[in-house]
């Protein structure tokens, strides 16, 4: 009786799937689950294998969090490749779940992370920080989905701080390129072709003519940064930036065992309450990066749920808050993560969502997309082969996905503005949130909207330029 159930189940699920093949609009197919909608591969979306291949070696910026940890806690490299693999696993919960993005880290928060744990002893002590803040983070997140709180916050946020926040994490990635001790100067000849040709095949309107009328030009376009990883692994070494890869044959080998023992609560015990408390300040502060993420998660969806009217994108902040928030506290126990658990990763979220406004024969979901690319970065952490092949360019990975990351955050900061004083007061946000870290910046973002606006302090002002150039433009 149950297995006719479940024969019933799946052809409803068909139908479904033909309905939705055949559609003008509507979401794609799921399963409820309370707030939650489920999606499976092959069942619910269509497998996009341009977008799993650009996961293969687009698992690179996964490892790049790999010289973090070792740097940072000592932690061996079999060991941070465990993190890094757990990590792997929990980001397929977004789209699985009903997330419409590319999940990633806390990108703009690792430095103040990094400074925050260096300011206690070496060993212990700093494992203990690092599981005790990441916690707090899960907690918080999980609190404000549960709640229903996160989806209101989004609106309550001054557009001007909104766009001050946004515009600070981009500048913020691109500074990490170029201080004094960026990744630019270690591979500044690779670095620069890998973003010159990143740029041109991701935004660049030529090469978009290119690809409508050529079919060699419309299948690089399909593979997305997946061609410029591959010559980033040539042309390094020919410059002398990195070695050749050393091809090794098998399967990775993460050590479980000594992440397990060393550096979790199974090993070195819980933090004592003292570190949860202290972890607060850290714990606020990151939120806000965080939060610019939700944002610009919204604000990518918007756009591209716009230019496709065939798929109507439910992108819940509530939901995204739950998701990410249970990874966190999820990693805080398994495997405490330097590079923490965010709702976005804007460079990746960006080239899938361009190739999903090309059309239905682009991309048929956004799930499909999101979720193809992910399943690739997962396989692509498994086979050694392709470990020990990207190793070198590690750095020339995580550079790419930071510019390309900075790049769209200013243009969606900016969008977020509705007049000259909300830019006014998102361009001393911004740089404050890079010299002098989050929350300064929210603080001066706070007075600033508060001297400026007073009473109008939520609603703010619109421009009579930004509303021709909204009506215009958009």
Known sequence: MARDAYLTRLEIQGELMVQWANRTSGESPYWGAGPFKIRLPFLHYRFEWPDYLQGLLMCAVDLAAIPLMTDLL????????????????????????????????????????????EGFPEG????????????MLGALSIGLGVTGLAKHVVHWVPSALKAGIIMGAGLAAVNAVFADDGRFWTFPFTISIAVGLAFLLIFSQGFNVLKQRNAVFGLIGKLGIFPIIALAIVVAPLFGEAPWPNVEWGFSKPDFVTLWSDYTVFGVGLPPVWYFIQALPMVAATYIVLFGDVLQSKALLDEADGARPDEDIDYNPDRAHMIFGARNASMSVLGPDVAMCGPLWAAMHVVIVERYKEGRKAMNSIFGGAGSFRWGTNT????LPIVSVIQPILGVALALTLLIQGYVSVRIGIMEARSQRDLGIAGVTAGVLVTQGAAWAFGIGIGLCLLIYGKQFFSGEIDETFVKDRDGGH
């Open 124 to 135: 212990v002590d700093r494992v203990h920080a690092l599981i005790a803040f990441q916690f």
């Open 74 to 117: 000592g932690m061996p490299f079999e060991a941070a490749l465990a993190v890094v693999m757990l990590n792997g696993l929990f980001y397929l919960t977004h789209h699985l779940l009903g997330d419409p993005v590319v999940p990633g880290w806390i990108t703009p928060a690792i430095p103040l992370l990094i400074a925050y744990c």
């Open 380 to 383: 692509g952490l498994l086979l």
